[in-house]
Nanobody, 129 residues
Framework: QVQLVESGGGLVQPGGSLRLSCSVS???????????IGWFRQAPGKEREGISC????????FYGDSVKGRFTISRDHAKNTVYLQMNSLTSEDTAVYYC???????????????????WGPGTQVTVSS
């Protein structure tokens, strides 16, 4: 069965950093060889936001405007793991962070919220002094 498991969330002070991980396993054998995977977040009372996605085809990336220049997405193909390095965190970054996949290799398509296939349960990130 498909499993996406996020880790690395927690409490961090403003200006600090965190690195999230998303481990993927159990994708169906007929799932696209090249797919996209990325990070979303949802804060209380706000809509879910696609913040960063990456294509397993060519490692092309997409970043939402709110995180450009502060967050970096990367992946370890051998470990089937995607990372999100988050720097210069502010209280506005407080949210539950989810990873998700889509069988299209277009990172922007996933992040813009058009379609998705599988989701993790999420990990809480709280930025507070």
């Amino acid at each position: 069965q498909v499993q996406l498991v996020e880790s690395g969330g927690g409490l961090v002070q403003p200006g600090g950093s965190l690195r999230l991980s998303c481990s993927v396993s159990g994708l169906p054998s007929d799932y696209s060889r090249y797919y996209s995977i990325g990070w979303f977040r949802q804060a209380p009372g706000k809509e879910r936001e696609g913040i960063s996605c990456i294509s397993t085809s060519d490692d092309s990336t997409f970043y939402g405007d709110s995180v450009k220049g502060r967050f970096t997405i990367s992946r370890d193909h051998a470990k089937n793991t995607v990372y999100l390095q988050m720097n210069s965190l502010t209280s506005e970054d407080t949210a539950v962070y989810y990873c998700a996949t889509h069988q299209s290799p277009r990172a922007w398509y996933l992040c813009e919220g058009y379609e998705s296939d599988y989701w993790g349960p999420g990990t809480q990130v709280t930025v507070s002094s």
